[in-house]
Structures are given as C-alpha cells and as structure tokens.
C-alpha cells in the first residue's frame, strides 16, 4: 500500500482521457488570396478569415496575456506595424492548427482548427 502523506488524490474518469477538441477536423486546403486566408475542411466547412482580424486574434500569450496566479487575464497592449498583417507563410501543427508566421516577425500563435471556424462564423 502507497502512502501519500496527508494529500489527498482526487482520481476521476476526467484525468485518464485528455481529448483534444478539433482533432477530428482535417483541413483540406489553405491559401492566401488577396487579403484573406482561404481555408476548407473535409467536413465542408469553408472559412475565409481576413488577415488583420487573424492577427487581432492571435491566440498566443503574448497577444492575449496570461493568467496571473488568481486566474486574472490581464490583456496585454499589442503594437501592430506595417508588417503585422502581412502573412509570410504557415504551417500545419500537430494536424489539429496553423502556425501562420507575420510579416514582423511573430510566429507563435498557433490557432486550432476549432478556433479558426469559431473566428469565420463571428458577424462582420
Ligand atoms: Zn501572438
């Protein structure tokens, strides 16, 4: 028998099973045209994101900021130059997201398949 001291080990049927929401999306195609990256899914959904408002979005820590230790978010203010909406290129991550690399240089937003179709069905 195990002795754990005094704490106490919740195990329940939640921990066991890590689901990754979006896998069972698969993108088909992506590409940029014009100002918007183009993007279609095996299960037909089709989404056309303009740049800017992907890169608004970025999903990454720097862009969203980060829990502090009592869980507050505290937005971090983002300069965007000239270049920040420009898409240089993306890649495929892990076969659930895009890791679009910016014209400034930032590349560390990487942006679910699940979040992507959330972003192309928010009203204009
Ligand atoms: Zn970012």
Not at 45 to 72: I, K, M, T, V, W
Not at 82 to 95: D, I, N, R, S
Request: hydrophobic residues 45%; proline residues 6%.
């Amino acid at each position: 028998m195990a002795i754990f001291g005094n704490a106490t080990y919740r195990v329940d049927g939640e921990l066991g099973c890590v689901h990754f929401p979006g896998m069972s999306l698969t993108l088909v195609n992506a590409a940029v045209i014009g100002n918007e990256l183009a993007l279609s899914f095996a299960d037909g959904f089709e989404a056309y994101l303009a740049l800017p408002l992907l890169r608004r979005a970025c999903p990454c820590a720097a862009c969203q900021g980060e829990p502090d230790a009592l869980g507050r978010v505290v937005r971090p203010k983002v300069e965007h130059g000239p270049k920040a909406f420009e898409l240089v290129k993306f890649e495929q991550v892990g076969g659930y997201a895009i890791q679009p690399t910016w014209g400034d240089g930032h590349a560390t937003g990487i942006y679910a398949y699940t979040y992507l179709q959330k972003l192309a069905k928010l009203p204009v």
